[in-house]
């Protein structure tokens, strides 16, 4: 039996996507439901990966979006201890990779995606909860809070670590927890610096007592996103605050303690100017997990949520474009096939990444000096050696991917 309408809960980036690759390219209807009253602008600036980009252009968002952001041939890995430069992050491959990396504000990244989701002719229902979901003759019917009821084919849990549909109906048990590390971000205007800043387009200092980010998020390069990530007792907020008041010095004293005195000449008048500070819990699912039942899957963060590694929006959309090509063969195969062929074929890319982003964010944490100076020596020899994995990493698109379908 075909599918013909997809039911979406999470009005985010994971759900939006979706919604536009069903719509786009297997002429799906979809309905998107969003318990937030209006799209979220909480999140910094994100790093877009080539895969990322070439997904937004598959999708038809990418031109729209890249006037906004800054382009990024490379991300520095540097010692904040020495100042030398451990590595690289490299996108700079265009033959292969056909764009260099992006990094752009979530919510403009957000904006651009809902842009394009109202040019096809659909926009995200906000202030939806839902309550329960019930399946018969092959359909599934979600109900909400507010009265709201809807059938179809199929319900897509795209709401994120906190997902509901995962925690109400797939995988109770399988809760988030706290990393024991926090994100502290915040923004300024280049033009308010003094001295010239130790940035090109990004660079991701590495230290004592957690890592720094510096990254342009404009072309002009006129606002400088910087992102501390640090090991933090429990805040004891899921999706964290921003830092007001007087509460804003006490962390900006806490940024100083951690990466000033260093090589960062220009740390001290970057956190001076620095505006509107949050602070961000940091949580992570456990490994595997499930991601269906029924009718019902998990996409994105609500079904494999992992430290932030500077490619979870990537994923995110390639779970969605693979999602996508396997729902073209719902005329010969059934709700429950095509979940399981899915889940074969996505789950080995994604268990790697859980895997090293774990490893990456344990490194995080507050150490000593001579583990610093040991770290610093393998983090040269890691970035060497996978070096060629990442471009091959960089290269892979799931569009590319064979599906084992015989029809």
């Known amino acids: 039996m075909p599918i013909n309408h997809a039911i979406i809960i999470g009005g985010g980036i994971a759900g939006v996507a979706c919604a536009l690759a069903l719509i786009k390219h297997n002429h799906i209807s ?32 990418l031109s729209r ?43 403009e990244l957000l904006e651009a995606l809902l842009e394009t989701l109202k040019e096809a002719g659909v926009e995200v229902q906000y202030g939806k909860t839902i309550q329960s979901t019930s399946e018969e003759h092959k359909r599934i019917t979600a ?7 809807i059938e179809g084919d199929i319900l897509l849990g795209c709401d994120g670590i906190h997902s509901a549909i995962r925690t109400k109906f797939i995988q109770p048990d399988r809760k988030p927890i706290y990393s024991g590390i926090a994100v502290a971000y915040g923004f300024l205007n280049v033009g308010d610096l003094r001295d010239t800043l130790q940035v090109d387009s ?38 964290g605050w921003a830092v007001k008041g007087n509460d804003q010095e006490p962390l900006k004293k806490d940024l100083l303690r951690r990466f000033s005195g260093g090589t960062l000449s220009t740390f001290d008048q970057v956190v001076a100017k620095l505006d509107s500070l949050l602070l961000y819990p ?69 268990d790697a990444a859980v895997k090293e982003a774990n490893f990456g964010w344990e490194t995080i944490k507050d150490r000593g000096w001579f583990t610093t100076v040991v770290l610093e020596w393998l983090t040269w020899v890691i970035l060497a050696w996978r070096a060629k994995r990442k471009e091959e990493e960089f290269e892979f698109d799931v569009r590319d991917v064979k599906l084992g379908f015989e029809d």
């Open 30 to 61: 979809c309905s998107i439901f969003e318990i937030r009253s209006e799209p979220s602008t909480i999140g910094g600036a994100v790093n877009l990966t080539p895969n990322a980009l070439r997904y937004l252009e598959h999708l038809g968002v």
């Open 65 to 107: 979006l890249k006037p906004e952001g800054c382009e990024v041939k490379y991300i520095d890995v540097i010692s904040e201890r020495t100042g030398q430069r451990l590595g690289i992050i490299d996108f700079d491959n265009l033959p292969k990779f056909k764009h260099h990396g992006l990094r752009v504000m979530r919510y």
């Open 143 to 149: 109900n909400f809070d507010d009265g709201t009821t």
């Open 202 to 239: 990004t660079s991701l200092f590495s230290g004592r007592f957690g890592s720094l980010l510096m990254s342009y998020t404009d072309a002009a390069k006129s606002r400088l996103y910087l992102s501390a990530v640090m090991e933090t007792k429990d805040p004891g907020s899921r999706e």
């Open 282 to 350: 940091v949580y992570r699912l456990s490994a595997s997990g499930i991601w269906s039942s029924g009718r019902m899957m998990l996409l994105g963060d609500a079904a494999h949520a992992m430290p932030p590694q500077g490619e979870s929006v990537g994923l995110a959309l390639e779970d969605v474009v693979l999602f996508s090509r396997i729902v073209e063969h719902s005329e010969t195969r059934s709700v429950a096939e095509l979940f399981s062929r899915y889940e074969q074929l996505r789950r080995p890319r994604i």
